[in-house]
């Protein structure tokens, strides 16, 4: 039972390419999150949603797309890739009641 | 908005000595979560502790603990008898308690501990 599962694991791709990135969870945790990942910032969130059919802006969110029509998938779409958009992408889940967050294991995405 | 401050970007021990990691944070809310995760080089993000704001007892999770200040807006993670396999980058984060909605994360920019024999 892998929890949460993204794909792919690493990705390369180039500018102006649609890419979506794919985040699977079996516990059916309510809360889902994207974050991405890069050197002197940390983690920093793009998007997250609450329930199926409800998301909702992070910090970084721009050049970005999600939906969620099952609460068990999240994914993240970069509809026109831009190098800047390199970086590692973690997807995480979150029960209700305050909860702690589970991350998967992310991708690395590579945009040349 | 929360901001999260590490300030040691990377730190060496050898190993079963103890070592802290050091993080301060700033916030306007009374009751929040404080947590510290660990990213080995497999990338994985691993939760390693975790404090609620109005518990004033320090967590402690086996060779891991912490000490909140409150008032300082501070929170280190102490780690005894260091191991090799304790070797990753660390992350200190900060939420909001608010009940029936989502935690929204804010990292700090990590420490990279390096544990050596």
């Known amino acids: 039972d892998a929890g949460i599962t993204q794909s792919p694991r690493y990705k390369i791709t180039e500018t102006g390419r649609q890419v979506t990135l794919m985040c699977h969870q079996t516990?059916?945790?309510?809360?889902m999150f994207w974050y991405r990942q890069d050197l002197g910032h940390g983690l920093r969130l793009i998007y997250y949603?609450?329930?199926?059919?409800?998301?909702d802006k992070g910090e970084v969110p721009d050049g970005y797309v999600v939906s969620r029509s099952k609460t068990e998938n999240f994914p993240l779409t970069l509809e026109s890739a831009t190098r800047s958009q390199t970086s590692v992408y973690f997807c995480?889940?979150?029960?209700?009641?305050?909860?702690?967050?589970?991350f998967g294991d992310g991708t690395r995405l590579s945009i040349l | 908005a929360q901001t999260v401050t590490q300030s040691q970007p990377e730190m060496s021990v050898q190993e079963a000595e103890t070592v802290t990691l050091s993080c301060t944070y700033d916030?306007?809310?009374?009751?929040?979560?404080l947590f510290w995760y660990k990213q080995p080089p497999s990338r994985q993000m691993i939760l390693v502790i975790r404090?609620?704001?109005?518990?004033?007892q320090n967590a402690t999770e086996n060779r891991f603990s912490v000490n909140f200040q409150k008032a300082a807006k501070s929170f280190s993670l102490k780690i005894s008898d260091s191991q090799l396999g304790d070797t990753a980058m660390y992350f200190c984060a900060f939420s909001e308690s608010y009940t029936g909605t989502a935690s929204k994360l804010t990292f700090g920019t990590g420490t990279r501990l390096q544990v050596t024999l």
């Open positions: 516990w059916s945790h309510s809360y």
């Open positions: 404090q609620e704001a109005y518990k004033q």
């Open positions: 949603s609450a329930a199926a059919d409800i998301t």
């Open positions: 995480a889940t979150q029960g209700r009641g305050n909860q702690p967050q589970h």
């Open positions: 916030t306007s809310e009374n009751n929040y979560y």
